[in-house]
């Protein structure tokens, strides 16, 4: 949907941008736009979309304040993505550790499961809690809480949103890890991999 790549982006990279990059782009440009001295929360940094959403704020939106949430071997990889603060999530409550880092102009939840209630608890006037594939029934029916600040968002590429994309890698504002390469002829193995949820990167099917 774009109509060419700049050098400095491979097919392979560009391959790993449609759904997470655009994910993360629309999390932090449609439903809530994070600029200079705003502040993010990302659940889940460490995984394809937290990281897109991590390097996005700090470094594209330049916001403020990046607050990454992940497990304790993929800290250094979250600060090196850029996230002023990362939480540990097995020491503690990582909500209770990251309010004192607030309130957030955006929380993205890319991991799942952190109680909606607590994450709209964590948000500044005017912030948004955003549900990455969030399409759950007790997700979708966080939208019709008060004062309906929760959205759920699976990203969907248009020419806009991937050039977006493109135009942040080109500029070195992101970062794209690819976590394995499949060929084609492999991709139950891939799917099976990828429902592990125990990857830090992109899988990418190579013809």
Known sequence: QI????????FEIAGALPVAGVTAWMS??????????????????????????????????????????????????VEQLGADVVIDYTKGDPLEHAKAHGPFDA?????GGYPARRC???????????????????AMAQVLVPPWTSRPILGKPTRRRLSAVVDAVAAGHLKVT??????????????????????????????
């Open 3 to 10: 109509s060419a790549l700049p050098d400095s982006v491979s």
């Open 28 to 77: 932090l440009n449609e439903f809530r736009v994070i600029g200079p001295g705003k502040r993010v929360l990302v659940l889940g940094a460490s995984g394809g979309v937290g990281q897109f959403a991590v390097q996005l704020a700090k470094h594209d939106s330049r916001a403020e304040v990046v607050v990454g949430v992940c497990s304790a071997k993929n800290v250094e990889m």
């Open 107 to 111: 929380i993205v939840d890319s991991a």
């Open 120 to 138: 709209r608890g964590l948000l500044a006037p005017m912030g948004r809690h955003v549900m990455v594939a969030g399409d759950t029934p007790l």
């Open 178 to 207: 690819i976590s394995e390469r499949f060929p084609l002829a492999e991709v139950e193995k891939a799917h099976e991999l990828s429902e592990t949820k125990r990857m830090t990167g992109k899988i990418v099917m190579m013809p």
